[in-house]
């Protein structure tokens, strides 16, 4: 069974550091770009940007270029979302989400991870 | 950037009647007789599920009232006789260029 499973909820302050991750099972994890996608409370969907495990060719959206960092080490099947420097505005859930088919880039995606709730706070 | 954009922002349907939702690319999202259209239903506190992909390509495990059609721009996901369970938000999401995204959504009722 594929599955998704993705770090706890995080509650932090307004320029900390964060990383969350989605750790892939049940299928060839460097084979298949994982999204990662915001949705913001009470919100719609936004795609951040995708990853290619294989090689760690990350895209990015303009929206959120420079603004974090995607990697995967594929060797304990994770992927990763990472925040220098978090502002209130970040407040949001985060999923991340497997492409549906091997390698290619243009892929709808098929399975998702439950979510990453980060709030930022002071 | 490709914008999608719905219609309607919500609607409500009595059990058993038929919902209509319609997305709207602002270029094509069609290549060489394939659409890179996807169809995802959201529950609330669950993450999005995959219905439809390729714009008309049923996810295994869908149930057979849930259609999608269109090309090129224009796409409608149709539920044709909607149950309680169907109560969500649909998105549409083109992966056809990069920054992939996301219509606003759709919120369906009873």
């Known amino acids: 069974e594929v599955q998704l499973v993705q770090s706890g909820a995080e509650v932090k302050k307004p320029g900390e550091s964060l990383k969350i991750s989605c750790e892939g099972s049940?299928?060839?994890?460097?084979?298949?770009?994982i999204a990662w996608v915001r949705q913001m409370p009470g919100k719609g969907l936004e795609w951040m940007g995708i990853?290619?495990?294989?090689?760690?060719?990350?895209r990015y959206s303009p929206s959120f270029q420079g603004q974090v960092t995607i990697s995967a080490d594929k060797s304990i099947n994770t992927a990763y979302l990472h925040w220098s420097s978090l502002k209130a505005s970040d407040t949001a859930m985060y999923f991340c989400?497997?492409?549906?088919?091997?390698?290619?880039?243009?892929?709808?995606?098929?399975?998702w991870g439950q979510g990453t709730l980060v709030t930022v706070s002071s | 950037d490709i914008v999608m954009t719905q219609s309607p922002d919500s609607l409500a349907v009595s059990l058993g009647e038929r919902a209509t939702i319609n997305c709207k690319s602002s270029?094509?999202?069609?290549?060489?007789?394939?659409?890179?259209l996807t169809w995802y239903q959201q529950k609330p506190g669950q993450p999005p599920k995959l219905l439809i992909y390729?714009?008309?390509t049923r996810e295994s495990g869908v149930p057979d009232r849930f259609s999608g059609s269109g090309s090129g721009t224009d796409f409608t996901l149709t539920i044709s006789s909607l149950q309680a369970e169907d109560v969500a938000v649909y998105y549409c999401?083109?992966?056809?260029?990069?920054?992939?995204?996301f219509g606003p959504g759709t919120k369906v009722d009873i």
């Open positions: 049940g299928y060839n994890f460097p084979s298949y770009s």
């Open positions: 990853i290619y495990p294989g090689d760690s060719d990350a």
């Open positions: 999401h083109q992966c056809y260029s990069i920054p992939f995204t």
């Open positions: 390729w714009a008309s």
């Open positions: 989400a497997k492409h549906k088919v091997a390698v290619a880039t243009s892929s709808p995606f098929d399975s």
């Open positions: 270029q094509s999202v069609s290549s060489n007789n394939k659409s890179y």
